[in-house]
């Protein structure tokens, strides 16, 4: 059973920084395409930071290339939003999803319940 659990969201004033952690399990992690996505009240959920199976490729949503990292810990079937210089426009639910390829060859996704990123002073 496909699981997702984010933790490391809170309260941080403008300029600071949060790490985001996703524990995975259910599935293998290491064969899966892992991204970030947040939702902010009255907006629709975009898509923050993605990160290929083996780490090749790494892309950013223009509003945080430069403030945010995505990573992740294969042996650990996690991954990682480090996040920094954090704005208020930054507040918002953070979801964590799996990207999978099924045995009849296309993709599925998986989400996580999310954890709450609050920047303000």
């Known amino acids: 059973q496909v699981q997702l659990v984010e933790s490391g969201g809170g309260l941080v004033q403008p300029g600071g920084s949060l790490r985001l952690s996703c524990a995975a399990s259910?599935?293998?992690?290491?064969?899966?395409?892992m991204s970030w996505y947040r939702q902010a009240p009255g907006k629709e959920r975009e898509l923050v930071a993605l990160i290929t199976a083996v780490s090749t490729n790494r892309n950013y949503a223009d509003s945080v290339k430069g403030r945010f990292t995505i990573s992740r810990d294969n042996a650990k079937n996690t991954v990682y939003l480090q996040m920094s210089s954090l704005e208020p426009e930054d507040t918002a639910v953070y979801y964590c999803?799996?990207?999978?390829?099924?045995?009849?060859?296309?993709?599925?996704?998986?989400w996580g319940q999310g954890t709450q990123v609050t920047v303000s002073s």
């Open positions: 259910g599935f293998a992690f290491s064969s899966a395409i």
């Open positions: 999803k799996a990207t999978l390829r099924s045995t009849f060859g296309n993709f599925v996704d998986y």
